[in-house]
């Protein structure tokens, strides 16, 4: 195998390609200077040495320099060449680095791969050896032979067709969480409403009616209480679209329709919204351990002992609020506990090894129960507080009163479709039946002449 090229890429590649068993030769334009850098199995010599010598060669150069290449174009020619580039912007140019290089060498076969694999993880070896590299190429021979040499190396092949998808191959190493920007807006802006909610309840309200300057508590408190409303409503935004989904198909009485795009995405970035729901959760739990650590609490927690003191109260049990908190903090610790285990069965190697019944019993079924105890854990918090006309700070009802919207429209809607008049048409829809599908019956008459008529697969 030949390598162009002595950079930091081709030495990683080299290294791995001797590890692999392949007889490698190096191509540099100052192989005496480089020679050292590279194992003593790898021959480092001149490029168009290099070249002579090897069949396949891969061309671990940067796209601007291709054209100081050009002088080899002879010794190329017949060859494969596999091109490994990547460039430093999503599209940056107008044609991909594979089909520019062979705009260059017409004479050569190129190959694009291996661009997916950083030079560290072609150093790691064999224990990343599951990564996948992405293949593609106009000659079905030549990426054969690259695959041969990826699977070789560790690595999992994944043809991607022909050359045209080289621009695909590029702009993956560029791209940034692709999967996630949805939900991460989605998250940040439920995060930036509820903040600014209860910024406005717990510091500004006090500190117009009464001059108090409750400012501290923006770093700890402010934030605890605004990252349980954007878990749970998150984790109702993983089940509201199912049953958007549903609506749809009970409504057109086929499954069949196409869901609006945005539908069809939404349903598509569930998991992404489903972990950052967990994230929101996990934040809440150890904000919520961290409380009475705080200074603040602590001098409260004195004042009032003094106060209680003062006022000669033996007894400050309230035996209501003592369950209410009890049942509140239990809930909550389950609601966790099912949050979590939503999130490590949403792991591609964990999910890969649940069939498909393990698997929509826990995303779909245990998912459920926790958004059920998520609402308890939230109607727990709140308790009475709804009824009391105190907690409307500025005529604004308590925070929780408002992160129950969603959540418990989606457990009605998954209550409604649960009764077996609903549940049974929605399960026909699923498994192919549609509304109003004529079904054609041709039957002979008493004269012997066939008639024919229309009627409605539903009767
Ligand atoms: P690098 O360290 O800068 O090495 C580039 C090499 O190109 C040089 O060592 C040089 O070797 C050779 N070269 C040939 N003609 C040249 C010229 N006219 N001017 C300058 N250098 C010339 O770069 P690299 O990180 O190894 O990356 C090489 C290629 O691999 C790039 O296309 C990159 O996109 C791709 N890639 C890199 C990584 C990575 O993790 N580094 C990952 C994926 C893909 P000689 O001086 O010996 O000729």
């Known amino acids: 195998i030949g390598v162009l090229g002595t950079g930091d890429f081709a030495r990683s590649l080299a290294i791995r ?39 396949v060669i891969f061309v671990a150069v940067f796209r601007e320099h291709y054209s100081t290449l050009c002088d080899l174009a002879d010794v190329l020619a017949g060859k494969i060449l596999v091109d ?5 912007e999503i599209n940056h140019h107008k044609e991909s680095n594979a089909e520019y290089l ?19 993880t072609l150093q790691s070896g064999a224990r990343d050896g599951n990564k996948q590299v992405l293949i593609c190429s106009n000659n079905q021979e030549a990426k054969r032979i690259v695959a041969e ?45 509820f903040f600014t909610y209860n910024l406005i309840r717990q510091v500004i309200h006090p500190y117009i009616r009464e001059q108090k300057n409750k400012l501290y508590k923006i770093p700890i408190e402010v934030v605890n209480t605004t990252l349980p409303c954007v878990s749970y409503i998150m984790l109702s935004l993983v089940y509201l679209p199912g049953v958007l989904a549903a609506c749809s198909q009970l409504y ?37 351990l961290c409380l009475p650590m705080r200074r603040s609490h602590r001098y409260l927690l004195i004042e009032t002992a003094v106060k209680q003191a003062m006022e000669k109260k033996m007894n400050i049990w309230v035996e209501e609020e003592v369950w209410r908190m009890e049942i509140y903090i239990s809930v909550g610790i389950i609601a966790l506990g099912l949050l979590s285990l939503l999130a490590i069965t949403s792991l591609p190697s964990i999910a890969n090894s649940l069939n498909w019944r393990e698997f929509s019993f826990v995303q779909s079924t245990l998912g459920f129960v926790a958004l059920v105890i998520s609402t308890l854990h939230t109607l727990t918090y709140g308790w009475s507080r709804a009824f009391d006309e105190n907690q409307y700070k500025f005529y604004l009802p308590p925070t929780y009163t408002l992160t129950l919207l969603v959540p418990c429209t989606v457990i009605i809607a998954k209550v409604i479709f649960s009764l077996p008049c609903i549940q049974h048409r929605l399960t026909r829809i699923r498994r192919g039946w549609e509304k109003g599908r004529y079904v054609k019956f041709v039957l002979p008459s008493a004269t012997g002449e066939y008639s024919s008529w229309e009627t409605s697969s539903n009767v």
């Not at 490994?84 to 430093?88: E, G, I």
């Open 149 to 193: 040499i990826a699977q070789v190396m560790g690595f999992t092949p994944v043809d991607m067709g022909c050359m045209s998808s080289a621009r695909e191959i590029e702009n993956i190493p560029l791209r940034l969480l692709p999967a996630w920007k949805i939900p991460i807006f989605l998250a940040l802006g439920l995060f930036l409403c």
């Open 84 to 88: 490994v580039s990547n460039n430093t």
């Open 17 to 55: 390609l001797v590890c692999s068993g392949f007889k490698v030769v190096v191509g540099s334009r100052n192989p005496k200077r480089k020679v050292n850098l590279f194992p003593s199995a790898a021959e480092v010599t001149f490029q168009a040495e290099a070249v002579k010598k090897t069949d």
């Open 102 to 120: 062979a705009s260059l060498f017409p004479a050569c076969t190129v190959v694009k791969g291996f661009n997916v694999v950083s030079a560290w």
């Open 252 to 288: 057109y009485g086929t499954k069949y329709r196409r869901f609006p795009d945005w539908l069809d995405q939404w349903l598509q970035h569930r998991k992404q919204i489903g972990l950052l729901s967990f994230f929101c959760a996990a934040l809440h739990a150890v904000y919520s």
